[in-house]
């Protein structure tokens, strides 16, 4: 049904701190919600809070490590005993790791994994039992066009983010006799802080995620109205570039083409030339 009118909502934001999920705080906050600030930054967060306040709203900040069941858990309760309910969660913190299977660490996987996958699972766990006996409510899962399309050297934020997508594909059904939404993101590049913790295994890779997020075309104040509009429409996936839906349905017509393609361009030696020119293009 989606929750066409927010004012006075309860908002929950991990990864708040800066970039998608800051601007999405501040979007919310322009709706009238009431939106709690999760990030491990506290300076961040103190900052993201000024913000809402300027833009009409308010809320709190709350200090979460979302790869820590336990930290989750105690922002959840502390929620249920504050506002006695939570009506919007958006699972929005997230790192990126780049490098060939085989060449990127174990530490490297297990640390995306922790964050990107364990905390989608740790938020809806700790969440979802109170937006069911509450009978409403929508999550929003911040995924990304790479869980989509699977581009070489990107193995363990494509694994996490597919993940993300499976989770809010599940939930979609699983939550629809509670009347809760669920909207996930799959956005390609957007102006934000991600190169500031991603790990990479060579400098091509570093060059090639540096370009990208400098020529990219969206902002996190755009993604994040988009985000707001899709929760009041209940719309399940947001694919916002025009680039990343090409990709997309390319792929649903014709996934062995799909990845055919990828593998003959592997194979010919052009792969880095063609991931490289993508990236200047801002895609």
Same mark, same amino acid.
């Given at each position: 049904m989606g929750m066409k009118n927010l004012q006075g909502r309860t908002a929950v934001v991990t990864g708040a701190a800066s970039g998608i999920g800051r601007e999405l705080a501040r979007a919310l906050a322009r709706e009238g919600c009431i939106v709690l600030l999760a990030d491990i930054n506290e *300076?961040?967060? $103190? &900052?993201?809070? $000024?913000? =809402?306040?300027? %833009?009409?709203?308010?809320? +709190?900040?709350? !200090?979460?490590?979302v790869s820590r069941l336990d930290d989750v858990t105690k922002m959840a309760d502390?929620?249920?005993?504050?506002?006695g309910r939570v009506d919007l969660? !958006?699972?929005? %913190?997230? =790192? %990126?790791?780049?490098?060939? !299977?085989?060449?990127i660490p174990i530490q490297d996987w297990e640390w995306i994994v922790s964050i990107n996958f364990w905390g989608v699972v740790y938020g809806c766990h700790a969440f979802v039992p109170g937006m069911k006996r509450q009978g409403s409510g929508h999550i929003v899962n911040v #995924?990304? #066009? #790479?869980?989509?399309?699977?581009?070489? +050297?990107? @193995?363990?934020?494509? @694994?996490?983010? *597919? *993940?993300?997508?499976?989770?809010? +594909?599940?939930?979609?059904g699983e939550l629809a006799p509670y009347n809760i939404g669920v909207t !996930?993101?799959?956005?390609?590049?957007v102006k934000t802080d991600?190169?500031? /913790?991603?790990r990479f295994t060579d400098e091509f &890779? /570093?060059?090639?995620?540096?370009?990208?997020? *400098?020529? #990219?075309?969206?902002?996190?104040?755009r993604i994040a109205r988009l985000v707001v509009d899709a929760v009041k429409k209940n719309r399940m996936y947001l694919v916002p570039q025009p680039a990343a839906k090409i990709f997309w349905y390319s792929k649903r017509i014709s996934p062995c083409a799909f990845h055919g393609f990828f593998a003959f361009i592997m194979r010919m030696g052009w792969g880095r030339k063609v991931m490289y020119w993508l990236c200047r293009l801002g895609f």
């Open positions: *300076a961040g967060l $103190e &900052q993201t809070l $000024e913000l =809402v306040k300027q %833009a009409g709203g308010s809320g +709190e900040t709350f !200090v979460c490590d502390h929620c249920c005993k504050t506002w969660l !958006v699972n929005n %913190a997230g =790192v %990126a790791s780049t490098g060939f !299977v085989g060449d #995924a990304s #066009a #790479a869980g989509i399309l699977s581009s070489p +050297e990107m @193995a363990p934020y494509n @694994a996490t983010k *597919a *993940a993300v997508i499976s989770i809010s +594909e599940t939930l979609k !996930v993101l799959c956005p390609t590049y991600l190169l500031e /913790r991603m &890779q /570093r060059k090639c995620s540096t370009t990208g997020m *400098a020529n #990219a075309r969206w902002s996190p104040d």
